[in-house]
């Protein structure tokens, strides 16, 4: 019987530069063996930007896909091997509670101070497009604090949405404090007038269960076990677990992180498991360990099978489309984010 993996062999070979297929990191091993280029959200989205191929696949999750619909020429068609596969911080905020936030927050700080939003790209479209109109920008765990920064530079209170500690935790760095926590579920987002005068930043209450799975416990415990490690987490950790980390970083930090550890050297890393193996794989002169096991279950949609499908007949019901209202908006948002 023909495998998964000679049928995607077979459909490369015929479709040619017709197609480009794109793995993010935590895709499982079999499905980032196939991709013609592997990175984290920012490469993937600006390697989308560049491409000619009239056809995009992506694999990994939901809103990647379509940061790279909206990225891409009109000719261009984006693909999923699987467009169920979701991000659950990316859903924690819409477009019409973000514009009330806004609304709120702009009543709230007073006349006086000029509110600039910054998204995650874990966000869905039409959350970038309000972005966009209010006059800021997307950003990804690998240039937020520059982000951070172009915003600060417009604007004096800060709104960050949609991971509360991708923002707590950059905001910590550059010491843009206070820090207050928007709460979409209450009332003025559980906050007073005088909190959000006196704040810096307010970030939006969603969080990654990938990543606030981890805890400063399991940090102390991986010391005991190997001693002389070194442990370093991604910033959708929660703060308590950053604190007693020995580097924080994106995802194309922690593969750099992983890259630079000596060999004999062991290396802790507190992301997606599924990257964490492949780079145990990858480098077996040190010893390369996942803080835990904790696996993005969207990113693990993707499998070789579905590929193989979608490579074979392209069906319309995987196309990653945007409606035209949003785009605009939205693409101001990531285009801001390009230029940083
Ligand atoms: P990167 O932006 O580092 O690729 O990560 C995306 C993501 O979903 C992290 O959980
Ligand atoms: Fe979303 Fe977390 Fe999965 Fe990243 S790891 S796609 S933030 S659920």
């Given at each position: 019987m023909?495998?998964?993996?000679?049928?995607?062999r077979?459909?490369?070979?015929?479709?040619?530069?017709?197609?480009?297929?794109l793995?993010?990191?935590y895709?499982?091993?079999?499905?980032?063996?196939?991709?013609?280029?592997?990175?984290?959200?920012?490469?993937?989205?600006?390697?989308?930007?560049?491409s000619?191929?009239?056809?995009?696949?992506?694999?990994?999750?939901?809103?990647?896909a379509?940061?790279?619909?909206?990225?891409?020429?009109?000719e261009?068609?984006?693909?999923?091997?699987?467009?169920?596969?979701?991000?659950?911080m990316?859903?924690?905020?819409?477009?019409?509670?973000?514009?009330?936030?806004?609304?709120?927050?702009?009543?709230?700080?007073?006349?006086?101070r000029?509110?600039?939003?910054?998204?995650?790209?874990?966000?869905?479209?039409d959350?970038k497009?309000?972005?966009?109109?209010?006059g800021?920008l997307?950003?990804?765990?690998?240039?937020?604090p520059?982000?951070?920064q172009?915003?600060?530079?417009?604007?004096?209170?800060?709104?960050?949405?949609?991971?509360e500690?991708?923002?707590?935790?950059?905001?910590?760095?550059?010491?843009?404090?206070?820090?207050?926590?928007?709460n979409?579920?209450?009332?003025?987002?559980?906050?007073?007038?005088?909190?959000?005068?006196?704040?810096?930043?307010i970030?939006?209450?969603?969080?990654?269960?990938v990543?606030t799975?981890f805890?400063?416990?399991?940090?102390?415990?991986a010391?005991?076990k190997y001693?002389?490690?070194s442990?370093?987490?991604h910033?959708?950790?929660?703060?308590d677990?950053?604190a007693?980390?020995?580097?924080l970083?994106?995802?194309?930090?922690?593969?750099?992180a992983?890259?630079?550890?000596?060999?004999?050297?062991?290396?802790?890393?507190?992301?997606?498991?599924?990257?964490?193996?492949?780079?145990?794989?990858?480098y077996?002169?040190?010893?390369?360990?996942?803080?835990?096991?904790?696996?993005?279950?969207?990113?693990?949609?993707?499998t070789?099978?579905?590929?193989?499908?979608?490579?074979?007949?392209?069906?319309?019901?995987?196309?990653?489309t945007?409606?035209?209202?949003?785009?605009?908006?939205?693409?101001?948002?990531?285009?801001?984010?390009?230029?940083l």
């Open positions: 023909t495998t998964a993996l000679e049928r995607i077979t459909a490369k070979r015929e479709l040619g530069q017709d197609v480009v297929i793995a993010h990191h895709q499982r091993k079999e499905v980032v063996e196939q991709g013609d280029f592997v990175g984290d959200s920012y490469q993937l989205a600006k390697y989308a930007a560049a000619n191929a009239r056809r995009i696949v992506f694999c990994g999750v939901h809103f990647m379509e940061a790279a619909r909206i990225l891409a020429r009109p261009q068609r984006v693909f999923m091997p699987d467009p169920r596969a979701g991000c659950p990316a859903d924690m905020a819409d477009a019409r509670d973000s514009v009330v936030a806004l609304t709120r927050l702009r009543e709230m700080a007073g006349e006086k000029r509110i600039i939003p910054v998204t995650y790209v874990n966000s869905n479209a959350v497009a309000v972005v966009g109109h209010a800021g997307v950003c990804t765990s690998a240039n937020a520059k982000a951070l172009w915003a600060a530079s417009k604007g004096d209170l800060l709104f960050f949405l949609p991971d500690f991708l923002g707590t935790n950059t905001a910590n760095g550059l010491g843009y404090l206070p820090v207050a926590r928007w979409p579920h209450e009332a003025d987002g559980g906050l007073t007038t005088d909190k959000v005068r006196a704040a810096r930043v970030v939006w209450q969603g969080y990654c269960h990543h799975y805890t400063p416990a399991m940090v102390a415990a010391r005991l001693p002389g490690c442990v370093v987490v910033p959708e950790c929660k703060p677990v950053v007693v980390a020995d580097g970083g994106s995802t194309s930090y922690l593969v750099d992983v890259e630079k550890t000596a060999p004999g050297q062991t290396v802790v890393v507190g992301t997606e498991v599924n990257l964490v193996l492949r780079l145990a794989n990858q077996p002169d040190r010893k390369v360990v996942p803080l835990e096991y904790s696996l993005c279950p969207n990113m693990y949609r993707t070789p099978e579905k590929l193989a499908d979608l490579l074979e007949n392209f069906d319309p019901a995987r196309e990653i945007v409606p035209e209202d949003v785009v605009a908006g939205a693409r101001l948002a990531l285009q801001r984010m390009l230029d």
